[in-house]
Nanobody, 114 residues
Framework: QVQLVESGGGLVQPGGSLRLSCAASGNMFRILRMGWYRQAPGKQRELVAD???????TYADSVKGRFTISRDNAKNTVHLQMNTLKAEDTAVYYCNRAPPTMNWGQGTQVTVSS
């Protein structure tokens, strides 16, 4: 089974940027749709963005215009470029299929604070 490892999180000031990466241990080419999710303290995990293996993307309204999802099937990676970050983007970020059917990775913490 494909294992997922997220990285790239950290502490950033409001208005700053981060680039998250998700590395899959197996072949992602057959995975039709991959997504980035996030879970803020006390809230349910939510889908932030997803991308098909053909490059089609969708975004949650809260991140549209600020986040960009991309994937490299040859390198089995999915990325999330996050710009103009806000305090409300603070959460643990995860990748998974969309909808999620794989075991969750450990996630990567993103904290937006001055």
């Amino acid at each position: 089974q494909v294992q997922l490892v997220e990285s790239g999180g950290g502490l950033v000031q409001p208005g700053g940027s981060l680039r998250l990466s998700c590395a899959a241990s197996g072949n992602m080419f057959r995975i039709l749709r991959m997504g980035w999710y996030r879970q803020a303290p006390g809230k349910q995990r939510e889908l932030v963005a997803d991308i098909t293996n053909g490059g089609g993307t969708t975004y949650a309204d809260s991140v549209k215009g600020r986040f960009t999802i991309s994937r490299d099937n040859a390198k089995n990676t999915v990325h999330l470029q996050m710009n103009t970050l806000k305090a409300e983007d603070t959460a643990v970020y995860y990748c998974n299929r969309a909808p999620p059917t794989m075991n969750w990775g450990q996630g990567t913490q993103v904290t937006v604070s001055s």
